[in-house]
């Protein structure tokens, strides 16, 4: 079992930044990526960007440049994760899931909320 308690989110004017912590627990040597998706109201949950267990990040193209994820391990029983988000813009609007992949599973922080004013 993973546990995910994540922090952060806002709201913000566009241009502004935030920034996003996510700390996983519990399991945390079985987790092959974290990272974070959004959902916007009446869209899809897509990915935002991810980190794997070897350091490699994946972006979605839409935060390319702006969004950058980082990872600290801090000891054998805690992992986090950080989103700095900057330069938002009206359309990053959406609540924020954390997310750790794990075999067979994935799980799911339940969510901060980013709002974004023009």
């Known amino acids: 079992q993973v546990q995910l308690v994540e922090s952060g989110g806002g709201l913000v004017q566009a241009g502004g930044s935030l920034r996003l912590s996510c700390q996983a627990s519990?399991?945390?040597?079985?987790?092959?990526?974290m990272g974070w998706y959004r959902q916007a109201p009446g869209k899809q949950r897509e990915l935002v960007a991810l980190?794997?267990?070897?350091?490699?990040?994946?972006?979605?193209d839409s935060v390319k440049g702006r969004f950058t994820l980082s990872r600290i391990s801090r000891d054998n029983a805690k992992n986090t994760v950080y989103l700095q988000m900057n330069s938002l813009k009206p359309e990053d609007t959406a609540v924020y899931y954390c997310?750790?992949?794990?075999?067979?599973?994935?799980?799911w922080g339940q969510g901060t909320q980013v709002t974004v004013s023009s």
């Open positions: 997310n750790a992949k794990t075999v067979p599973t994935e799980y």
């Open positions: 519990g399991s945390i040597f079985s987790i092959n990526a």
């Open positions: 980190i794997s267990s070897g350091g490699n990040t994946a972006y979605a």
